[in-house]
């Protein structure tokens, strides 16, 4: 079977640091993602992690253990816009995305 | 980046009746996916469009009621038949750029928020 998990909700401040995390178990593996959703909008590519270890990539940073099927997704100098849903998603080796849940942030002053 | 067209964006429709969205992809991709989004919850995917041939369906979602086509590398449907206020939900079109090792991607539509009443 395919599982995916999130955390459902978060609540961070403006200007700190957050870490959301995923832990998944799939048949098969071909790369993580994380995408970003805003309210009313379609998802946004974040980022895509394939090897083991931390993706950069300006105020986001994503990290996967293949071994412990974890990653994380690291937002830096919160900003009240980054209130959004953040989306986990495994690729398997037929190419289709599985969706976690999705864990919903919200940046308060 | 592939940049992805579905229409129409919204619609409201009477149950029992069919919906058919459109998804054109401005470059050729590899796979195309529709996924399901019901209100406050993540995306679940209907099926893959394979070109040419049946869609492949995941798990509690059937040809009769969610018929795709694909002609070509580039467009694919999805319809929404005999619906009931039950299909309420956004759907989006996916797609994977043609080449995994550069563009390991997946890009969405805006998508289409079907109301049924």
């Known amino acids: 079977g395919q599982n995916i998990d999130q955390p459902t909700e ?12 995923c832990t998944y178990q799939t048949s098969g593996f071909n790369g993580l993602f994380w995408y970003q959703q805003h309210a009313g909008e379609a998802p946004t590519f974040l980022s895509y992690n394939v090897l083991d270890g931390l993706e950069e990539k300006g105020r986001f940073s994503s990290f996967l253990s293949r071994s412990k099927g974890y990653s994380y997704l690291l937002l830096k100098e919160l900003q009240m816009k980054d209130s959004a849903s953040y989306l986990c998603a495994v690729k398997g080796n037929t190419g289709k995305l599985i969706f976690g849940q ?8 | 980046s592939a940049v992805i067209s579905q229409k129409p964006s919204r619609d409201i429709c009477q149950r029992g009746t069919s919906l058919t969205i ?21 995306l679940t995917l209907i099926a893959t469009a394979n070109q040419g041939s049946e869609a492949t369906y995941e798990s509690g979602f059937v040809i009769d009621k969610f018929p795709i086509s694909r002609p070509n590398l580039t467009f694919s449907t999805l319809t929404v038949s005999n619906m009931s206020p039950e299909d309420s939900s956004i759907y989006l079109c996916s797609a994977l750029g043609r080449d995994r090792g550069l563009d390991p991607e997946a890009f969405f539509g805006q998508g289409t928020r079907l109301t049924v009443v």
């Not at chain 2, 459109?22 to 993540?42: A, E, I, K, L, N």
């Open chain 1, 10 to 21: 978060m609540t961070a401040t403006e200007g700190a640091i957050v870490q959301i995390n």
């Open chain 2, 22 to 42: 459109q998804c054109q992809v401005d470059s050729q991709v590899t796979m195309m996916f529709w996924y399901r989004q019901q209100p406050g919850q993540s």
């Open chain 1, 102 to 109: 999705g864990t919903t942030l919200q940046v308060k002053p």
